[in-house]
């Protein structure tokens, strides 16, 4: 059997944008693993979101969504007491944003902090004919700042290695995630950092910013980073407009990124990067050479500044006609 899917596994949330005077904003669905299910279906790849979302109507936005794509829900859990998470994405002086916090009171408990194993486990004959057709499993590390979530993703990432599933993991480090939980606001800097490289021992195909590189690895480098992990994995670090440094299947080398004056929003561009890779191994194998790495990686870095276009991750993800047009006009 032909293995063409990709699970995502994670949070779904709100992206509370703030308008450049910070005086009002605008919501628009995202979290990194639910914008790299949207990307990859609109990339013709076939995709599973699997993550807790509030039955409140942020929630019910994301279901409409996710239908409207085709993403498979059907190991989507929904919680009737706790929320769909907002994160408050304002710009500083500069007009760069970050993340200032979270909608609810401090210490508020989310509904993707309760991901729940034993629900995974009442479907667990189901999920397991899902990965008979399953390549890769996709995931991050923000739900390490839950022990209910965080037990569960190691529950799966366990299950997808008995089928042969690699494991591609973004480390997508957000510290707000730790300083406003319940469960690890008290879990120290270099705690976090340890439990947090553990878990990237999982990895078969790392994706990092060249930031995230420096605080966890101490290095830039991505061969001798994949050399301090048991896995010995493929490493990718973007580092926005410059070029992408990647060492994959035994190549080491550098990709130029294609820049624009027509950039309005980054949010979810890593996303769509990841989920532009993904979809060309899929599509055309795992590149076996420095020309076939190069083509993979022009096209996720096409991916992402296509979505850079336009506000919010999911709505400006490019589909697989939009990607190929934009690098032929590189061409010509």
Partial sequence: ???????????????????????????????????VACALRKLKIDSMFIGRLGSDNFGKNFITQFNQLEVNLDFLQLDNDLSTRVVNVDRDRSGDRYFSGFEGSPNSCFADEAFSKKLIEKQLLNLEKFFLETQYLVTGTNLLTSPISKETIYFLLEKAKNFGIKIIIDLNWREVFWDYSHFSSEISGTARVNLIKKFLNHAHVLKLAKEEATLFFDNEDPLLISQQMSKKPDVIITDGKK??????????????????????????????????????????????????????????CACGLLTCLGEGAIEQQPDYEKVNKFLGSLIS
């Fill in 243 to 300: 070029p992408v440094a990647w060492y994959i299947n035994g190549f080491k080398g550098t990709t130029q990124t294609p820049n624009s004056k027509k950039i309005v929003d980054t949010t979810g561009a890593g996303d769509a990067f990841l989920a532009g890779l993904i979809s060309k191994l899929i599509s055309s194998g795992y590149p076996s050479n420095e020309i076939e790495i190069e083509d993979c990686v022009k096209f996720a």
């Fill in 1 to 35: 059997m032909k293995k063409t899917k990709v699970v995502c596994i994670g949070e779904a949330l709100i992206d509370r944008i703030r308008n450049d005077c910070n005086l009002g904003f605008t919501d628009f669905l995202g979290g990194a693993p639910a914008n």
